[in-house]
């Protein structure tokens, strides 16, 4: 049997294009013992992996350019020689952007396809959702009544950080890209004000008149001026959690913007950087408290689904050009059993 496979082809430089995407198709082995056969069903696409296509010193390590990319994928078992996981099996883990895996099975977990459906747990009840989680929950320390702002706010995260603040009592508002997303934030996910960058003209302006009592929590998920506007709108003990720099991933030089120390000693404002994995130790607790509220109708949840293994590098070129509303990901093939 055959099996298709996206490699990095060449590193950007800049903004990243199809031409650093090669596909290839090579012949899936035969299972050893105690080997799995796995199909992707799922496949998610993350800002993140932008980082990767470099070779810059980062928090994940560089792709390899020949190797294929990795990343959060869904997958079924469809043959197996492991006793621990049966045919028919559905699995997340981080695993090559293939359509056919042979895999040990080590480091994947097991979903139960009658929670939530199977995309999910690269969503809400994955990566994303747990970001939202920890930097919202454990870093902004939202309380009742105060203000919250969230940028990329019509993103996976985004989305998720601003639920949260809302069952927390907070005022929330979201900035993002297009009109469309700021009527989803305001009319579906009942944020109280959402601003769409691209068009306000002053943002500056904009932030601070969506926040009259100032700004109390910020969850940063895109950075620039976006963020330099919120951090003139901040109020005394502010939090900023520091998840994503989005703006920046394609720069070539090194970003300059405000200076963010005056604002925070004059503020006595807490500003701190966080990757998802820093709270491994709590992925158990927040994952059954997502679920819990997910089930409860608690939290709405809303994907961008592209179809077909080919187009994985333009939906994760697309990341860039905001053409996802909620999480995005591909889906690549349907499940067997
Ligand atoms: P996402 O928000 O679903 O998708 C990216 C969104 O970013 C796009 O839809 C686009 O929306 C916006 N965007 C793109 N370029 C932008 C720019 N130059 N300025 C402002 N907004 C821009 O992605 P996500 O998975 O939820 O991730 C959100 C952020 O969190 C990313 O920065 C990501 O790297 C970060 N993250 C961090 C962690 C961690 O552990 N720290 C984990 C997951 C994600 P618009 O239409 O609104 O522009």
Known sequence: MKSKTILLNSRPHGAPSKD????TE???PALQPGEVLLKALYISVDPYMRGRMSDARSYAAPYE???PFMGGVV???VESRNGQLQKGAVVVGSLPWQQY???TGKGLH??????APLSYHLGILGMPGQTAYFGLLYIGQPKEGETIVVSGAAGAVGTVVGQIAKLKGCRVVGIAGS???IDYLKNKLHFDEAINYKTTGDINRAVAQACPDGVDVYFDNVGGAISDAVLLSLNKFARIAVCGQIAFY???TPPTGLRVEPILLRNSALMKGFIVNDYASDFGTAARELASWLKEGKLQYQETIKEGFEHIPEAFLGLFTGENTGKLLVKVAEREA
């Open 20 to 23: 650093n995407f090669k596909i």
């Open 26 to 28: 090579t012949e899936v």
């Open 65 to 67: 350019v020949g190797k």
């Open 75 to 77: 997958a079924e078992v």
């Open 101 to 103: 895996t042979v895999h």
């Open 110 to 115: 097991a979903v139960d396809p009658e929670v």
């Open 179 to 181: 009109d469309e997303k």
């Open 250 to 252: 394609n720069n070539t």
